[in-house]
Antibody
Framework: QVQLQESGPGLVKPSETLSLTCTVS????????WSWIRQPPGKGLEWLGYIYYTGITNYNASLQSRVTISIATSRNQFSLTLSSVTTADTAIYYC??????????WGQGTLVTVSS | SYEVTQPLSVSVALGQTARITCAGNNIGSKNVHWYQQKPGQAPVLVIY???NRPSVIPARMSGSNSGNTATLTISRAQAGDEADYYC????????FGGGTKLTVL
């Protein structure tokens, strides 16, 4: 069974860069797709993007200019960076394992608050 | 860009059948996936590719997809089924519905 765990700062200042890492256990990261999905408090789910284990990426067009997803296969990790954050980026950030464009395993999520 | 629409809320009496819809233009031509999210928890996949259930999901949950509407059906609704439910499709990008809050009365 695949397990995912998000890690990173819980507080980021406006205009700075949000950085999170997802550590995968129970399976090799060298297969399938790996995604980041977020959920503002009390709101719905928003997909940020995915990375294939080969390094191919696909991002949400509305965030594409600010989002970067990278993968470190040797560490079984993948990461998210989101630049120039505003309070609208405050959300629970989930990492997820993707298969055929659906998500069968999710991390527990980490709350990131954007505030000065 | 493609959009999918869900009702904000659905109510069902205990033991009855709940149906949660996901509407989109010709959604029947796409694969629809459903997630259940309970308060304070991560979403859980309950239906994938329209009708398939992960092994840990009870058979009371089923899915269908035709025309412009996909439906998640929950039979013999239990108090533990109270949650937010999201549909999701792929259309050159991952698209989630806005979510439906299921209340079991």
């Amino acid at each position: 069974q695949v397990q995912l765990q998000e890690s990173g700062p819980g507080l980021v200042k406006p205009s700075e860069t949000l950085s999170l890492t997802c550590t995968v256990s129970g399976d090799s990261i060298s297969s399938y797709y790996w995604s980041w999905i977020r959920q503002p408090p009390g709101k719905g789910l928003e997909w940020l993007g995915y990375i294939y284990y080969t390094g191919i990426t696909n991002y949400n067009a509305s965030l594409q200019s600010r989002v970067t997803i990278s993968i470190a296969t040797s560490r079984n990790q993948f990461s998210l960076t989101l630049s120039s954050v505003t309070t609208a980026d405050t959300a629970i950030y989930y990492c997820a394992h993707g298969r055929d464009y659906f998500f069968d395993y999710w991390g527990q999520g980490t709350l990131v608050t954007v505030s000065s | 860009s493609y959009e999918v629409t869900q009702p904000l809320s659905v109510s069902v009496a205990l033991g009855q059948t709940a149906r949660i819809t996901c509407a989109g233009n010709n959604i029947g031509s796409k694969n629809v996936h459903w997630y259940q999210q309970k308060p304070g928890q991560a979403p859980v996949l309950v239906i994938y590719r329209d009708t398939n259930r992960p092994s840990v999901i009870p058979a009371r949950m089923s899915g269908s997809n035709s025309g412009n509407t996909a439906t998640l059906t929950i039979s013999r609704a239990q108090a533990g089924d109270e949650a937010d439910y999201y549909c999701q499709v792929w259309d050159s990008s991952v698209i989630f519905g806005g979510g439906t809050k299921l209340t079991v009365l």
